[in-house]
């Protein structure tokens, strides 16, 4: 297994470097408009030779980096080759934040206190928002939600 670079810069959110990365990977979301002040901030060197990832060479996170940072002055930028799916194919070891233990059973939703957030982006925007919840009950099986129960309803 070869090497990792460094310094190598996880491009994808940060949401996505919590479940796995790759081992002394910096966190700089390439679809955050802060992006190249990020990096200007972690590397004030414009030749510091900097290696990104992505998910994988499908996706377009990667070449949108290369491209902002050749334009904000950086030359000396590559992409590893396959992204974080290539090098866990390869065999090669990735990090996961540890997630919180949730204790199995099930549990009546408390309306007033339980919100639901969600994130989308894209290339140019992120959008937020919340739902609230209705009344029911959640599922937890082996630290996993198994299913959200509407009041009145049967699970499937």
Request: overall charge negative; proline content about 7%.
């Amino acid at each position: 297994m070869p090497e990792l670079p460094s310094p190598l810069i996880d491009i994808l959110s940060a949401e996505s470097l919590a479940a796995e990365h790759l081992p002394g990977s910096v966190n700089i979301c390439v679809y955050e408009t802060a992006f190249i002040d990020k990096i200007r901030a972690a590397f004030p060197d414009p030749n510091t030779a900097l290696t990104v990832y992505g998910l994988n060479d499908s996706t377009l996170e990667a070449g949108v980096a290369l491209t902002k940072l050749g334009t904000a002055g950086y030359m000396r930028v590559s992409t590893l080759p396959g992204g974080l799916e290539g090098w866990k194919a390869s065999g090669g070891n990735v990090e996961q934040s540890a997630a919180p233990e949730l204790p199995s059973g099930q549990f009546e939703v408390d309306q007033k206190a339980s919100l639901v957030e969600w994130m989308g982006r894209n290339l140019f925007n992120r959008h937020v928002g919340t739902v609230q919840l209705g009344p029911g009950q959640v599922l937890i099986k082996d630290g996993r939600l198994a299913v959200g129960i509407a009041a009145g309803r049967r699970p499937k």
